[in-house]
């Protein structure tokens, strides 16, 4: 059984800074991309960020330049490093990778459970 934990939610003042990890763990073969979402009370879960297997990156217009995704290839994680946090970003955030349990499986969608981000003052 796979599965995804999240770690590194709390509160942050505006401005401030906060490192999200996330841990795959169980039966894995092969990760492919990993992403993360996040949703806003009232709001529909939207994408913040993804990368590759081969590190290569994408963010939402709105976090571009103050949010930073990476992973661990070799430990099964991937991070997402927030600067310059504002209230707008609060939100839960939740990981989500594409894994392959086994050689003879295709890939199957994974999400976390989501770790709580709050902004304010």
């Known amino acids: 059984q796979v599965q995804l934990v999240e770690s590194g939610g709390g509160l942050v003042q505006p401005g401030g800074s906060l490192r999200l990890s996330c841990a795959a763990s169980g039966n894995i073969f092969s990760i492919g991309i990993m992403r993360w979402y996040r949703q806003a009370p009232g709001k529909q879960r939207e994408l913040v960020a993804t990368?590759?297997?081969?590190?290569?990156?994408n963010y939402l217009d709105s976090v571009q330049g103050r949010f930073t995704i990476s992973r661990d290839n070799a430990k099964n994680t991937v991070d997402l490093q927030m600067h310059s946090l504002k209230p707008e970003d609060t939100a839960v955030y939740y990981c989500?990778?594409?894994?392959?349990?086994?050689?003879?499986?295709?890939?199957?969608?994974?999400w976390g459970q989501g770790t709580q981000v709050t902004v304010s003052s």
């Open positions: 990368i590759t297997s081969y590190g290569i990156t």
């Open positions: 989500n990778a594409d894994i392959r349990p086994t050689r003879s499986q295709a890939n199957n969608n994974y």
